[in-house]
T-cell receptor, first 114, second 116 residues
């Protein structure tokens, strides 16, 4: 199983809502990532978890709150988002954060903030 | 700051034409290099990767890439493209940062359209 799954596929939320994005992998990977991808742009790194501990936060606003409950799951909690946060949110995983390990990407959650 | 440049934003080719997509990076340390592809409606997938050894690496679907250290380049090639190669191609470089360890930095992407 070389799959990273993400739910939901699409999400529409108002600026006062609280919602969560979920990501799951069963490849035994110990590194998991959240990326944000705006239309016609490359993925931009948001957070990195290594062995369930947050190791990189790329100065992401606090309205995005990541959580790694166990080695297979990664959540992104959303609260009080802005319309400019509308984007495709990608989850990825790799064996570890070592540079030689490829990242496996999920299909993404298309988020629209109204 | 580390950056990855892809020379062409859009490329249109006829089937059977040869493909070369340019990628240059600015980072002086040891790098690991990747090409990812995103087919329409699908998720990012790895095409090929370079870590060390032979600078000419072969990937899936007949793609190959050459690492030229002196030019800080990692260009992607395919001798004869097919309509099914229509996709967006991203060059990515894994850089080691002092603060965080390894981080994957993507180029802006090249949209390839192959006409049948």
């Amino acid at each position: 199983d070389t799959e990273v799954t993400q739910t939901p596929k699409h999400l529409v939320m108002g600026m006062t809502n609280k919602k969560s994005l979920k990501c799951e992998q069963h490849m035994g990977h110990r590194a998991m990532y959240w990326y944000k991808q705006k239309a016609k742009k490359p993925p931009e790194l948001m957070f990195v978890y290594s062995y369930e501990k947050l190791s990189i936060n790329e100065s992401v606003p606090s309205r995005f709150s990541p959580e790694c409950p166990n080695s297979s799951l990664l959540n992104l909690h959303l609260h009080a988002l802005q319309p400019e946060d509308s984007a495709l949110y990608l989850c990825a995983s790799s064996l570890s954060t070592g540079g030689e390990y490829e990242q496996y990407f999920g299909p993404g959650t298309r988020l629209t903030v109204t | 700051a580390q950056s990855v440049s892809q020379h062409n934003h859009h490329v249109i080719l006829s089937e059977a034409a040869s493909l070369e997509l340019g990628c240059n990076y600015s980072y002086g340390g040891t790098v690991n290099l990747f090409w990812y592809v995103q087919y329409p409606g699908q998720h990012l997938q790895l095409l090929l990767k370079y870590f060390s050894g032979d600078p000419l690496v072969k990937g899936i679907k007949g793609f190959e890439a050459e690492f030229i250290k002196s030019k800080f380049s990692f260009n992607l090639r395919k001798p004869s493209v097919q309509w099914s190669d229509t996709a967006e191609y991203f060059c990515a470089v894994n850089v080691k940062t002092m603060e965080y360890g390894n981080k994957l930095v993507f180029g802006a992407g090249t949209i390839l359209r192959v006409k049948s």
